[in-house]
Every structure is written in structure tokens, then in C-alpha cells.
């Protein structure tokens, strides 16, 4: 049984705005570039702060504990929990928790299917509880050997319960674009999601986060990464558009 452990510190982060960001996609795929057979896991850890003309405090944390079979066995199971808040002047803008379970199966090597649950509430929003159950395909178009280009089409059911009692359920697209490689010792990861609402596109979501990181040593690597996410339909009065870059250390033991 191999277990390897990586914790990520964002020690700086330049946001577009200091504003609630809005409701959108949790990406979980940086978090199992270290999969390899049998049982792993991963820690990643945020922070960014600052005082003076604007004053916030921003702590994110996600962690992925996972189980890979062999290629004869073909699953994978991982489950992905995640904790963000954003305090601003004394309150709490965001306060986000979530947790994901995935399940994955390989029916070539290029193919695989996924299947999801998740579960995310943030009161600070007025969302007390949103439900994905959702799933799909997803296929390799080009393999690189460190990564390669990978799209997956699916579905999944949204439940949404706010604070004030009113739910919405809608029927929502689950597409996403994946690419990893390198070049040279520069290790490149980017991701985009779309997730329309199938009976009106208009109202979607978008996401996109790029990252590329630098190893100093067999255990320690330097990076940045930069995001933008879209909600189309933000709850109460928060921004639609969320962007930032951060600057990355990153700490991997097996």
C-alpha cells in the first residue's frame, strides 16, 4: 500500500475583487495528480489576508482520500471534502463547506465512466444546502506522457434549499476539459467547466483554473495558479465573475 501525502500553502494571492465570489464549480482535479494504485491522499491548504485600506482574511482547505485499483479492477473511489471562508471587516462573506464522492470506472484506456454526490452549504450566501447527484463519460483524446487532453460530457440533478426555505431543482449539464503536461520541468495543469442548466443555457456556470509548478527537490515545489469562474444566476447580490492568481509551495511525502 502506497499513501502520499501533499500539502499546498498559497502564501499570496491577487484577487480581482474583495467581494463575496459567487456560488460555483469546486475543481477536485489537481487533487489526485499523485494517484497511483491502491490507497493515497492529499491536503491543500489556502491562505491570503490583508489589512490596512481593505481588510479580509480568506482560509481555504480541501483534501482527497482515494482508493485506485489495479488496471485489471478498473475502479476508483475518492471522496473529496473541503472547507473555505472569507471574513471582510468582521463577517463572514463566504463560509463554505463541501464534501464529494466519486467513483470512477476505466472501460479501456482510453475511456472511463464517472458518477458523483455532493453535498456543499454556505449560510453566509443564504444557500443552506445544495445536492449534485450526477455522472457521465469521460475520454482521452491525447495522451502525453505526463498527462495528455481529456474531456467528459455528463449530467447531474442540482437541489438547491436556501435559508429562507424556497428550493429550485434543476437538471444541469457536468462538462469539463482537462489538460496536464510538462515542459521541461515545468509541470502544466489546466481545467475548464461548463455547466449549463439543460432546458436554459443561459443560466450556467463556468470555470477555468490554470496552474504550473516548478520542483525545487524530490518533495518541495514552487508554482502559481490563476482562476475565473462565472455564476450566472449568483445568489442574493454577490458578483458574477470571481478571478485571482495564486502563488503556491507545495510539500509531497510518500
Not at 499570496?12 to 456560488?23: H, K, L, R, V
Not at 485506485?68 to 471534502?81: E, M, N, T, V
Not at 453535498?119 to 443564504?126: G, R, W
Not at 462538462?175 to 475548464?192: C, E, F, K
Amino acid at each position: 500500500m502506497k499513501l502520499r501525502t501533499t500539502l499546498l500553502a498559497a502564501a499570496m494571492t491577487i484577487s480581482s475583487s474583495q467581494a463575496a465570489s459567487a456560488q460555483v464549480i469546486i475543481s477536485y482535479e489537481g487533487l489526485d495528480r499523485s494517484a497511483g494504485e491502491d490507497l493515497y491522499g492529499t491536503v491543500q491548504l489556502s491562505f491570503n489576508g490583508n489589512t490596512g485600506n481593505a481588510d479580509y482574511v480568506d482560509l481555504g482547505l480541501q483534501a482527497a482520500i482515494g482508493v485506485r485499483g489495479d488496471a485489471a479492477s478498473g475502479h476508483w473511489l475518492r471522496l473529496y471534502p473541503s472547507y473555505r471562508l472569507r471574513r471582510s471587516e468582521g463577517a463572514n462573506v463566504v463560509h463554505e463547506r463541501s464534501a464529494h464522492l466519486r467513483h470512477s470506472y476505466v472501460l479501456s484506456d482510453a475511456l472511463s465512466t464517472f458518477s458523483f454526490v455532493q453535498i456543499q452549504a454556505d449560510e453566509s450566501l443564504d444557500l443552506d444546502r445544495r445536492l449534485l447527484i450526477g455522472g457521465g463519460l469521460r475520454r482521452r483524446l491525447i495522451r502525453l506522457d505526463e498527462g495528455g487532453l481529456e474531456v467528459g460530457i455528463g449530467v447531474m440533478v442540482e437541489n438547491e434549499l436556501l435559508d429562507s426555505g424556497a428550493t429550485r431543482t434543476d437538471l444541469r449539464g457536468a462538462n469539463l476539459v482537462a489538460v496536464q503536461g510538462t515542459a521541461g520541468t515545468v509541470g502544466l495543469s489546466v481545467t475548464g467547466f461548463f455547466q449549463p442548466v439543460l432546458s436554459e443555457f443561459g443560466d450556467h456556470r463556468v470555470s477555468l483554473l490554470a496552474s504550473a509548478t516548478v520542483p525545487v527537490s524530490s518533495q518541495l515545489e514552487v508554482g502559481v495558479s490563476g482562476y475565473w469562474r462565472r455564476d450566472s444566476r449568483p445568489p442574493l447580490n454577490v458578483e458574477a465573475d470571481d478571478a485571482g492568481i495564486r502563488f503556491v509551495l507545495r510539500f509531497s511525502a510518500d
